[in-house]
Structure formats: structure tokens, C-alpha cells
């Protein structure tokens, strides 16, 4: 990295703005502002999501404060971003630049700032990308020739000071960046060859209370990739206290408890998030799941009242997660899936499926991944619409990241195919997408095998 880094502080993935239009802030991420950093002749740095989703960590500090220059996305309105661009403008006098999608109404305080819209359409989507890459550039190199104070704390406040930043800090500071993304990539290498070789990164880390959050995550989570549950909660042990307490560490530890046969401390994790934080759709959905397994075991333990009261308890938690957020289609597939197994089908997931279908469409209408299209499927088959079902499984096979993601859908689809075959309602054709998902697994499992 020879150029000067420039920091990005924005929201992730698809967010909504104040007019309920949904923007992809990745596809805004990738396609505008990293061309932009880079014709500045700046490196573009964003924070790790997982970075964002909780108390904000000593790198995120490091990265407000050291980088030389940033680029703040106000479109939502988000209130970590403010908080950060707060933190920034406190000791960088310049070199921060504001955007906004076209049509935000910025609030009180920070409207009289000279921000930078750049133009979307009504459905969200980026326009005349080339313009706002170009306009975003000069705005870039005008601040490398610090012209002028952009934080409004130096503006107002008459022979104020910055902070004497040594450069020995921020060359230690650029050396561990560096680091910490060689230490990313070895672990996307290593999730392809299995455990033994995300261990051996995790080795080379070293003290993992005093790594950087974005490397510690991206351990967990390499672990999770590879179902290797009890090394993802040995993990969370050894994580520094604030990392280990985010919502995000908390829910996946919860998973890895369930998966474990550990139900109960995993319900137990779950509800106390939801107590603290509120509702939300990953927390339930995630409970959701925890709750789905006790079912399962219940019914193959011939524990019928159990089930049932299990199955219940799935759909309820399902459910509240999906009304949490309505954009969030997972919980709501995994509630219309349940309640199609219960005896009798839950009339209920007549009126949610249009509403789950929306929700997805919109997902896919944007930057799809593989649990959008899986969740696709998944509608077809619960509509019995077994030519739309074979276009959404061709693009749920192409969509494939980890080994596990068609297991858990097959398993889903083995699910509503027992249940109906139960009620004489036999599908041929949903054999046959069930044992593709399952060769999919398969086969990714041979490939981290050799």
C-alpha cells in the first residue's frame, strides 16, 4: 500500500433511506467510491462489517484517526457514521469528504457541510456513475492540498489545535493493516482446505485478546464455515471482553452452542440479547433455529406433544423475527416452512408467502446472494411450481460459497417433501432438487478435502 490510505465510514449492505427507497451500499462501495480513492491515487479502506455491529473497537478508533483521508456516506443518516465522522472531524481538521445519495435530507447539523451528492434512481440503483466517480476524485485531491478546514469544530473554533499524530504511529498503524488483510486472505485460502488449516493461521495470529477485531471475527467465522462449533466457542473465550460482548459474536456463539447439542444455553444467550437489544430478525432467526432442532429431535424420539410444542415455539420465533424487519426474508421463509409441517399447515403461511416472495424479489432485484435465491426456491417448491423451482435451483447451485449452505437448504426441502409424501401428496421433481443441493454439499466437501 505506497498511497496514502483513505478511510470509508458507511452503512452495509441494502439500507433504506428516509424515503424508504433501498440502497445497495456495497454495489455504492464498489462501483463509485473505490474507483474514486484509487484516481485520487489514495488506498481505500472500509471498515469490516462485523466491526460495526457493536461497541466500537480500538481499530475503528485507529482507523478514524490515522488514516489520512476519508470519505463519510450520510445517505441513511446512520448513527454510527455520525458518531464517526464526529470522532473524525475532533482531530482531523481536513481531508474528510462528505456524499450523499441524491434527494437526502441531511440533518440540522451537518446540512450547512459541503457534501457531495452523487445520483441514484427511484428504485436505489446507481446513475451517471462515471460523473460522481469523477466529481468524488477532484473532491479528493482538493483535500490532499488541504485548501481548507472541512471539520466544523477547526472552522468555528478560533486557534484550536489538532493532535500531533507521529508518523512512527501511523506507519505502525499502516504495517498492521497490512497485516491484518494478509491474515484475511490466508484464512479464505485455509476455509477451502478445512480446520487443521484455519488453525494453523490462527497460530500465526498469535495472543487473539489483543488482535485486531476484524482478524478475530474473520477467524470465528472461518471456524463456523467448517462446522468446527466447539473451536468457535473456544474462541469467544479467548476474544477480548468488549469484542466477545457484540450482538454479532453473541448470536454466532449461540449457533455453535445449538450445534452443539447445547440448546439451552444457546436459547438462553438469545433471549437475554433480545431483553437488551430488542428484537431483531438475526437474534429470532437464530432462535428460531435452536427452537427447530429441539423439534426435530423431539420427533425422532417419538416425543409428539414435545414437537409440537417445539414447532410452536419455531414459528412463533420465526415469525417475530420476520416481522422485526420485513425486509429480511429469511426468518419469514423459515416460518411459512414450518408452519406447512404442522398438522394441520398453519393457514397462516397462505397470507405470508406473497409478502416473503416480495421481500426476497426486492433482495434479488439488487445484489443477490445464495440464501436469496435458496429462499426463492424454497417458496417454489412450498407453491408446488416445479418449473420455477428448477430455474431458482440453478441459480442457488450457481450461488454456492460454503459447503453448508445447500446441506441446510436440502435439509428444508427433505422436510416439506416428508410432511407431503405423509399426506399422499407426492412430488417426484423435489427428490431431484433435494439430491442436487445435497451433490453440491458433496462435492464442496471433497474440494476442502484434497
Known amino acids: 500500500m505506497s498511497f496514502p490510505l483513505c478511510f470509508v465510514l458507511m452503512p452495509f449492505g441494502i439500507k433504506s433511506d428516509p424515503n424508504g427507497t433501498p440502497i445497495d451500499f456495497d454495489a455504492v462501495y464498489q462501483q463509485m467510491i473505490v474507483p474514486a480513492i484509487r484516481s485520487a491515487k ?56 462528505l456524499i450523499f445519495a441524491s434527494g437526502t435530507r441531511l440533518p440540522f447539523d451537518v446540512a450547512p457541510l459541503r457534501g457531495l451528492p452523487y445520483a441514484v434512481d427511484d428504485l436505489g440503483k446507481l446513475t451517471n456513475i462515471a460523473t460522481s466517480q469523477s466529481a468524488l476524485a477532484a473532491r479528493l485531491n482538493v483535500a490532499k492540498q488541504k485548501a481548507d ?37 490466508r484464512l479464505r485460502d485455509a476455509r477451502s482446505r478445512g480446520v487443521e488449516a484455519i488453525r494453523d493461521v490462527e497460530r500465526s495470529v498469535g495472543d487473539i485478546s489483543q488482535s485486531e477485531s476484524a482478524v478475530v471475527v474473520d477467524l470465528f467465522l472461518s471456524f463456523r464455515a467448517v462446522k468446527a462449533w466447539a473451536d468457535m466457542v473456544r474462541l469467544e473465550g479467548e476474544m477480548s471482553k468488549p469484542l466477545a460482548a457484540t450482538v454479532m459474536i453473541q448470536e454466532q456463539l449461540a449457533l455453535a452452542l445449538n450445534r452443539q447439542r447445547e440448546g439451552e444455553r444457546a436459547e438462553h444467550i438469545l433471549l437475554d440479547l433480545i431483553r437488551r437489544r430488542g428484537p431483531s ?14 423439534w426435530d429431535i423431539a420427533v425422532k424420539s417419538n416425543q409428539s406433544a414435545l414437537a409440537r410444542g417445539m414447532l410452536d415455539k419455531a414459528i412463533s420465533a420465526y415469525l417475530a423475527g420476520f416481522e422485526a424487519d420485513w425486509r429480511d426474508a429469511y426468518p419469514g421463509i423459515n416460518a411459512v416452512t414450518l408452519m406447512e409441517l404442522r398438522d394441520p399447515p398453519d393457514v397462516r403461511r397462505l397470507d405470508l408467502i406473497p409478502v416473503v416472495r416480495y421481500a426476497v424479489s426486492r433482495r434479488i432485484a439488487g445484489r443477490p446472494d445464495y440464501w436469496d435465491y435458496a429462499t426463492l426456491l ?26 453448508w449452505e445447500p446441506e441446510t437448504t436440502a435439509n428444508n426441502i427433505r422436510l416439506i417433501r416428508t410432511v407431503r409424501a405423509g399426506r399422499n401428496d407426492f412430488q417426484p421433481w423435489v427428490s431431484n432438487i433435494e439430491e442436487a443441493l445435497l451433490s453440491s454439499a458433496r462435492s464442496g466437501a471433497a474440494r476442502a478435502g484434497d
Not at 500531533?164 to 493493516?177: C, E, G, M, P, Q
Request: charged fraction near 30%; aromatic fraction near 6%; include cysteine.
Open 42 to 97: 489514495l488506498e481505500p479502506l472500509r471498515a469490516d462489517e462485523e466491526m460495526s455491529g457493536g461497541i466500537i473497537h480500538k481499530p475503528m478508533f485507529e482507523r478514524l484517526v490515522l488514516c489520512e483521508y476519508a470519505v463519510a456516506d450520510l445517505t441513511t443518516a446512520n448513527a454510527n457514521v455520525f458518531y464517526e465522522l464526529g470522532v473524525r472531524h475532533a482531530v482531523r481538521p481536513w481531508s474528510t469528504v
Open 149 to 185: 478546514h472541512d471539520s466544523p469544530l477547526f472552522q468555528l473554533l478560533d486557534g484550536l489545535q489538532p493532535p500531533d499524530i507521529a508518523r512512527l504511529k501511523t506507519d505502525s498503524f499502516r504495517d498492521r493493516v497490512e497485516l491484518s488483510l494478509q491474515i484475511k486472505e
Open 281 to 294: 430478525s438475526e437474534t429470532y432467526g437464530i432462535l428460531g433455529r435452536v427452537y427447530k432442532d429441539r
Open 378 to 403: 424454497e417458496l417454489e417448491v412450498l407453491a408446488s411450481r416445479e418449473d420455477s423451482a428448477m430455474s431458482a435451483l440453478a441459480n442457488t447451485l450457481a450461488s454456492v460459497r460454503e459447503t
